[in-house]
């Protein structure tokens, strides 16, 4: 019985013949954090992990133990011994063939979700090999619909579209990508978008697009990429594509002030309501912001750590350098600042407007703010109004937050 780690840890290597190990220790010295599995004749190190039995064996029982695996092995020989623990794409771990002479690097298994294609790259480098990479988005040098903004913590809403939507990606048919919120460097491939993908920045943009594509008799869009932190309705969305696939960026701050001894579930109560009030996603939320007394409040440190936020605590000094649209004196008497739940979201976003003005409910006030993000986007000139500059309440429309912070009369 093998020592596999306790958790996942992310590479393991593995080498069955005596070329195979000097490759394999290249490749597990360059990746870091990665176990190295070599047949027990062939062990040179003591930091090498040496089996005896059949590797069989080895891959199948420790094959969920680790989120990528780099193997020294034929690639028929790979495919026949993981057959039998093949779960799904979601969960499968990334899997790495190279041949006995560092030639090839392929990428087997879970080449997107799971990080296949990277790797292979990544190992291929290191070896100075080819790297062997067949899934359609990569071959053709287009978007990745499972993949998009992945590495900015983007998740997917509803996945039921994503394989039709990536046919019609890599099929070459027209695709409308409309981005409302989040990072905006999310095409990092070399060259320009491919002309069959147009992008938009709100909602206006891709109903006159789908009406002028309408209009001249022009194929409809095959598929809507939806990067937002709205909650659309499904009409909305049906008008502009039969599949659309929906990406949450981590676009929202939540403010949030309560009383001492609040709970958790009240706190998440409010939250919730108030988001889906406002049309506005939970997936969306990327962290809570406070003032430093509320640091260590049990309610707020529960609701962060199960929802995996950060919880981000300001100075009553901080929260006063920001304008505070419904100041309190009250609040300045209990906590040196003019308000928390308002100035605190503003801050921690890098804005000075609101997407929701504070909501008292109970023992809680919450405000939203979304973050702020700079740069273009890959339309050319496409520098989005979405990017935490555009108020949504019809107060701050008529009256812009000032640029300095504004205090009550004394």
Known sequence: MMPWPAEPRPYAVVAITKHGAELARRAAAGLGEADLYVSEKFVATPAEIPFSENVRVLLQEGFHKYRGWVLFISLGAVVRMIAPVLRDKKTDPAVVVVDDAGR????????????????????AELLGATAVVTTASDVGRTIAVDLLGREFGWTIADDRHVTPASAAVVNEEPVLVLQESGERGWWNRPGPLPPTIEVV?????????????REAGREPYGALLLITDRLWAPEELEEIARYRVIYRPKSLIL?????????????????????????????????????????????????????GWPLIAFTPEELNEMPIPHPSETVYRYTGAYGVSEPAAMR???????????????????????????????????????????????????????????????
């Open 104 to 123: 090839f690097a392929i990428s087997v298994l879970s080449g997107h979700l799971g990080g296949a294609n990277a790797l292979t790259e990544r190992v």
């Open 201 to 213: 920045y709100s909602r206006e943009e891709a109903v006159e697009a789908v009406r002028r594509r």
């Open 255 to 307: 403010g949030i002030g309560c009383n001492r001894g609040t709970s958790r579930e009240e706190i998440e109560a409010v939250l919730e309501g108030v988001l889906a009030d406002h049309n506005l996603a939970v997936e969306s939320v990327a962290a809570v912001a406070t003032i430093d007394h509320k640091k260590d409040e049990p309610g707020l440190i529960e609701l962060c750590r199960a929802r």
């Open 348 to 410: 921690a976003a890098g804005t000075d407007f609101l997407l929701v003005e504070k909501v008292v409910s109970g023992n809680v006030t919450l405000s939203v703010a979304r973050k702020r993000f700079t740069g273009t986007g890959p339309r050319e000139g496409g520098e989005a109004g979405w990017a935490g500059s555009a108020p949504v309440s019809s107060s701050q429309a008529r009256n812009p937050a000032p640029a300095r912070p504004r205090w009550p009369s004394a």
